[in-house]
C-alpha cells in the first residue's frame, strides 16, 4: 500500500514557474514508477510526465516538454514536477500516482493516486 499527498499547487501568472511535490508512505516508493497527470474542468485526466523507479527514464506529454521536468528523491520518498513557462491551458487539478509496473503513461496501469493538487494559471 502506498499513500500519496501532493503539495505545491497555487495562482500563479502565466510564465511564471511552479514545483510541485509528491510525498509518499511505505518504504516501497523506490519500486515505484512515478507519475505526474492533471485534470482540467470538464475534461478526462490526462498524462503529464512520468519517471522510473530510479529515475534513469522519463516520459512527457508533447505539450509540457521543454517546459516540465519530473525528477524523484527515493531517500525522501518524493517525487517532483518542476513546472516553467506555465500558461492558462496548464490550469487542472495535477495528480501523483504510483506504478508498480513498468514505466507507462497510461493511467489505468497505475495502482495509487493522490488527492490532488490545483495549479491555476491567470493571464
Known amino acids: 500500500q502506498v499513500q500519496l499527498v501532493e503539495s505545491g499547487g497555487g495562482l500563479v501568472q502565466a510564465g511564471d514557474s511552479l514545483r510541485l511535490s509528491c510525498a509518499a508512505s511505505g518504504r516501497a516508493f523506490s519500486t515505484y514508477a512515478m507519475g505526474w497527470f492533471r485534470q482540467a474542468p470538464g475534461k478526462e485526466r490526462e498524462f503529464v510526465a512520468a519517471t522510473s523507479w530510479n529515475g534513469g527514464r522519463t516520459l512527457y506529454t508533447d505539450s509540457v516538454k521543454g517546459r516540465f521536468t519530473i525528477s524523484r528523491d527515493n531517500a525522501k520518498n518524493t517525487v517532483y514536477l518542476h513546472m516553467q513557462s506555465l500558461t492558462i491551458g496548464d490550469t487542472a487539478v495535477y495528480y501523483c500516482?504510483?506504478?508498480?509496473?513498468?514505466?507507462?503513461?497510461?493511467?489505468?496501469?497505475?495502482?495509487?493516486w493522490g488527492q490532488g493538487t490545483q495549479v491555476t494559471v491567470s493571464s
Open positions: 500516482a504510483a506504478d508498480s509496473g513498468p514505466l507507462s503513461a497510461l493511467k489505468h496501469f497505475y495502482d495509487y
